[in-house]
């Protein structure tokens, strides 16, 4: 069993083990740390990186510089976020730093300050899709396939999805 992670170093995607713990990215030979975080109380360092997931609890304080896969907030995060995945902001979350990641979600209720950039996903392969076909030079002006592999992850919110019609000549 082996599963697709984004790197914390080098944002390369890698396959790893699913029940390692502790990997060298073989694309920048760093340490990788795979596990997931869970934050349940104050907690500061100066970065915590993982390929796993970030959660802060509802009583948890989190203050680092967090590069994760995926992060969830319900409790307190001061310090940067850098996410290959999914960041998601609980209601009673609240943050401050700048946030970046493929996709956001924001509960009522919850505060952000910082600035936000929602980029990274579309260009990289998302673990459990299959891979690009290799690219054909004719390829036809209008794509035909609407990626609908992805559409198993909820996280997409409607405003994301572009409707695309491809009209007849
Ligand atoms: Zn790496």
Redesign the pocket.
């Known amino acids: 069993m082996s599963k697709r992670v984004c ?6 995607t ?1 396959e790893i083990a699913s029940r390692a713990m502790s990997v060298f ?6 340490r ?1 740390v795979v596990e997931d975080i869970r934050v349940q109380r104050y907690y500061a360092v100066r970065e915590l990186a993982t390929c796993g997931d970030v959660l802060v609890s509802a009583r948890g304080h989190l203050v680092a510089a967090v590069k994760a896969g995926n992060l969830t907030v319900n409790g307190r995060l001061q310090g940067n976020v850098a996410v290959g995945g999914c960041v998601r902001l609980g209601k009673q979350a609240a943050v401050l730093g700048d946030i970046r990641a493929p996709r956001i979600r924001v509960e009522d209720g919850a505060t952000l300050r910082g600035f936000v950039r929602i980029e990274g996903g579309a260009a990289e392969p998302v673990p459990g899709t299959e891979p690009e076909p290799p690219a054909d030079p004719q390829r036809p002006a209008a794509p035909r396939s609407s990626r609908s592999s992805r559409s198993q992850r909820d996280a997409q919110t409607p405003s994301t999805r572009a409707r695309k019609r491809v009209s007849e000549p």
């Open positions: 790197c914390t170093h080098c944002q390369g890698i990215c073989p694309l920048c030979n760093k990788l």
